[in-house]
């Protein structure tokens, strides 16, 4: 990709929901030199293995590089006519709720933007989701549960002010190190104590100061059992709770029922009594106690419940908003926030409203839409259950590779056949999902070449910039998007000239007039000129018209989005597995990320050194299991469930306990192991978030 060379642009790295500032140096001799921004507030200059390598990963072998329409290759005219074409017939056939778009948190906020407004205003169904809902759904559910909206109260100095960090169902060595590294400075230089709630043993748990190691699927158990430690121990804000909170009494009487002491806490969650009451004190006397976590919580049918948990014993402690303080999600994809913040799920409509009649009727004035959705449409696993059954019959994917990565995925790549239309945007030419058979192509722009914003975990919004020209014939997701809308008929709804022009319409129909009406309003963004724009700050929001500069905490004033005000204690549902073990299968599998890679590793196995850390796919099992399967470490086992089976390399390892195994998901057939990890996963999902279950799946291992 060789390109003149360039002045250092400051962008953001494509990877995790850090969302590291990084610079970029092209040399004009096809390299590119990457550093850390050191002026980024989210990692003041540092960067990890993956954002280093970077600059290895930049190459066009296997990139899409031109449209192809029916397996051959095609020009740009012909494939967005046959894709306005397409899903015209589709809509005129069947009716608007045949159509569905599966995004992804790889997206800019500019191009999720746009197909949530042709799909939600424009084609008339809601039918728009994401890999997002693999992500963090059970955190939205769980934020707008308690607080009356989708808000992380928080910011990243939290984690730098706080006395006691807990980590909950997160390897953020691993999977934020960045963060991780601004945990393990604060200790260093504060005495900040870390303590791991995990199934597993991890790169975090070794390191911490104290590491609960719990039963799956206990978490909600664990944070009954501290709420009601600190309500036995008089350690309630009673003042706080009293004039801010709503449902105290209710959730407390069900955390008591679950777990009325550490005795019941330690038995359900299988850890020691004396470690249990070390948690509890601690929890209880640090008053700057930041609880975060990720997709150990996340990716549960009980997801929602767990996140309410944890939101309850801060809610009760007044520890939120303030300092040091508070429940903190740990964002797994670099815009899974941007998405939520267009609408990019099917339970939103656009700007983090829903599907009241107000919000029905103020979006669709502003677009001027002609067919506004008027309910909810389908997440995710029900979405690729509706093109199983032929509900739907033309999907839009775009950056997403759900052959790999749904639930169930040979199911979700079995029913991609039966679509009469199915288009994929995509910046590689070769995955899983483009093998399952799309009849239309869109060669998508890569990091690089890519210009809009994204959101990290702290609601910080940073500007992605190029640095490269696009590759081929690669165009934005936006731009494709955009066109396809005029060729349907709504050219002038979507007559974008760029970018810049896209945020400044979603930041304005994020405005209120009343700045206290609901938690994402960026209107003070609203009127930046494309100059401004371009040089946009990182900013959190919201960022109205009365302050544009953003805010650091949510909350602080103890007023909610809820109709109260007050925030709500959650009651949460007895903690239970979705499946249990059984004769047939004895094991539960988890399933999780490694430090060097990205989802399925279209980009980062493109860096040698990066495969240099786990070159092949594998199971963990505990050294006892593996003597009583006779695996042995190097061999190989057959991993089964009642969805599939592969075979995987055996890591006989301590970490794991017995009747557990741990597998990585980012192979897949396309990367030549034949180790699609989705294929075993089974598709629970939690009732109110729709977020699939994938870390207790139960499982045999026989040697192969
Ligand atoms: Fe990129 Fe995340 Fe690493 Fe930062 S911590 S460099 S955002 S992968």
Not at 301 to 318: E, F, M, P, R, Y
Not at 381 to 397: H, N, P, Q, R, S
Not at 485 to 507: L, S, T
């Amino acid at each position: 990709n060789v390109h003149a060379a360039a002045a250092r642009v400051r962008t953001t790295c494509p990877y995790c929901g850090v969302g590291c500032g990084v610079e970029a140096t092209p040399d004009g001799r096809g390299g590119t030199s990457i550093a850390g921004d050191a002026s980024h507030p989210a990692n003041a200059g540092r960067l990890c293995s993956k954002g280093s390598a970077l600059g290895e990963t930049l190459g066009l072998e296997t990139r899409l590089l031109h449209p192809i329409v029916d397996g051959a290759r095609s020009t740009w005219d012909v494939a967005l006519s046959r894709t306005a074409q397409g899903l015209q017939r589709v809509i005129e056939r069947y009716g608007p709720d045949a159509v569905a778009f599966y995004l992804s948190g790889q997206l800019l906020t500019e191009d999720y933007y746009v197909a949530n407004k042709l799909m939600k205003g424009f084609i008339g169904s809601a039918n728009v989701d994401t890999n997002s809902r693999l992500c963090m759904a059970s955190t939205v559910a769980g934020h707008r549960l308690a607080f009356g909206s989708d808000t992380v109260p928080g910011c990243y100095e939290d984690l730098d002010e706080a006395d006691l960090l807990v980590l909950v169902g997160s390897n953020a060595a691993w999977c934020h190190p960045v963060l991780y590294q601004r945990m393990a400075l604060a200790r260093e230089r504060r005495g900040a104590r870390i303590v791991t709630i995990d199934v597993r043993g991890t790169a975090t748990t070794e390191s911490a100061d104290l590491a609960l190691t719990i039963q799956p699927g206990m978490d909600g158990v664990l944070f009954s059992g501290l709420l009601a430690h600190l309500a036995d121990r008089g350690a309630v804000d009673r003042a706080y709770v009293a004039a801010h909170t709503e449902n105290f009494d209710a959730a407390l009487a069900q955390a008591r029922r679950i777990a009325p002491d550490v005795a019941t806490t330690a038995a359900r969650c299988g850890v020691a009594p004396a470690d249990i009451a070390s948690f509890f004190d601690l929890w209880r006397k640090t008053a700057r106690v930041a609880t975060l976590y990720s997709q150990g919580v996340n990716q549960s049918w009980q997801g929602t419940d767990k996140v309410v948990s944890i939101l309850n014993c801060h809610l009760a402690t007044g520890r939120i908003a303030r300092p040091g303080m508070g429940p903190f999600s740990l964002t797994g994809q670099p815009n899974a926030m941007g998405g939520r913040e267009v609408g990019g799920l099917a339970n939103q409509l656009a700007a983090h409203m829903g599907f009241s009649s107000a919000e029905i009727d103020r979006v669709a004035r502003f677009w001027r839409a002609p067919h506004i959705a008027k309910r909810e449409g389908l997440k995710a696993v029900a979405m690729f259950d509706a093109i199983a059954c032929g509900e739907i019959k033309a999907l839009w994917i775009m950056g997403s590779n759900p052959a790999v990565s749904l639930p169930r995925a040979d199911h979700a790549r079995a029913a991609l056949s039966r679509l009469d239309l199915l288009v994929i945007s995509d910046n590689v030419r070769s995955t899983d999902t483009i093998a399952a058979g799309a009849h239309v192509l869109l060669p998508a722009a890569a990091w690089g070449e890519k210009d809009g914003t994204v959101t990290n975990s702290e609601r910080r919004i940073s500007r992605q910039r190029p640095f490269a020209p696009l590759a081929g014939e690669a165009k934005p997701d936006w731009w494709a998007t955009a066109q396809v809308a005029a060729r349907m008929g709504f050219a002038d709804a979507f007559d974008y000239a760029g970018p810049a022009m896209i945020f400044r319409e979603h930041a304005a129909l994020s405005a209120f007039e009343n700045d206290r009406a609901r938690d994402f309003d960026i209107g003070g963004l609203a009127e930046l000129s494309d100059a401004a724009y371009d040089a946009l700050a990182p900013t959190q929001w919201p960022a109205p018209v009365s302050a544009p500069g953003g805010r650091k905490r949510m909350f602080a004033d103890g007023r909610f989005f809820t109709p109260s005000g007050r925030a709500r204690f959650g009651v949460i549902a007895p903690p239970s597995l979705a499946a249990a073990p059984s004769a047939e299968f004895p094991f539960l599998l988890n399933t999780g990320r490694l430090r060097d890679q990205w989802h399925t590793m279209t980009r980062t196995g493109l860096s040698p050194r990066l495969a240099s850390h786990s070159p092949d796919p594998f199971v963990e099992v505990n050294p006892d299991d593996a003597r009583g399967l006779s695996l042995i470490e190097g061999g190989f086992a057959r991993v089964s469930t009642a969805h599939g089976s592969v075979v995987l390399r055996v890591a006989v390892t301590n970490a794991q306990h017995r009747g557990r195994a741990f597998v990585p998901i980012h192979w897949s057939d396309e990367t030549g192991n034949v180790a699609r990890v989705g294929a075993l996963v089974h598709a629970f999902t939690d009732p109110v978030s729709g977020q699939p279950d994938s870390k207790a799946v139960p499982a045999a291992l026989a040697p192969v």
